[in-house]
C-alpha cells in the first residue's frame, strides 16, 4: 500500500554533505511521519531523524547539529541533508513511513520500510 523510493546514498569523504531522499507512493489516505534510520553489520538499526506531516522533528544526538530534515506533503518527499560527515556515519539508512490506508477493516494505521540505501564516508 506504500511503496518508498530512496536515493542519494553514495560514497563521500569525511567532512562532505550528503542528502537522502524518500519518496512515498501508493494508495493511502495521508503519511503522518517520515524517518531515517541506518543500520551497521552487526548492529541493531538506530533512529537518524524524523519529521511529522506538520513539521514536528526528532533528531538523534548522532546528527544534532549537522542536519538539516524537510518534508514535502504535496510529493511525500522527506529530505535529510547530514553535513560534515564522520567514518562513523557509514551505514546502510532505511526510510520509514507512518501512514493511514483505508482497508476493509477501514482506516488502519501501518508501518512500511524502504530497501535502504549505503552510506560510505570515507576518511
Known amino acids: 500500500q506504500v511503496q518508498l523510493v530512496e536515493s542519494g546514498g553514495g560514497l563521500v569523504q569525511a567532512g562532505g554533505s550528503l542528502r537522502l531522499s524518500c519518496e512515498a507512493s501508493g494508495t493511502f489516505f495521508s503519511i503522518d511521519t517520515m524517518a531515517w534510520h541506518r543500520q551497521v553489520p552487526g548492529k541493531q538499526r538506530e533512529f537518524v531523524a524524523s519529521?511529522?506531516?506538520?513539521?514536528?522533528?526528532n533528531i538523534a544526538n548522532s546528527v544534532k547539529g549537522r542536519n538539516a530534515i524537510s518534508i514535502d506533503n504535496a510529493e511525500n518527499t522527506m529530505v535529510l541533508q547530514i553535513d560534515r560527515l564522520k567514518p562513523a556515519d557509514t551505514a546502510v539508512y532505511y526510510c520509514?513511513?507512518?501512514?493511514?490506508?483505508?482497508?476493509?477493516?477501514?482506516?488502519?494505521?501501518?508501518?512500511?520500510w524502504g530497501q535502504g540505501t549505503q552510506v560510505t564516508v570515507s576518511s
Open positions: 519529521i511529522t506531516s506538520t513539521g514536528t522533528t
Open positions: 520509514n513511513v507512518g501512514a493511514r490506508v483505508y482497508d476493509s477493516s477501514g482506516l488502519r494505521q501501518v508501518n512500511s
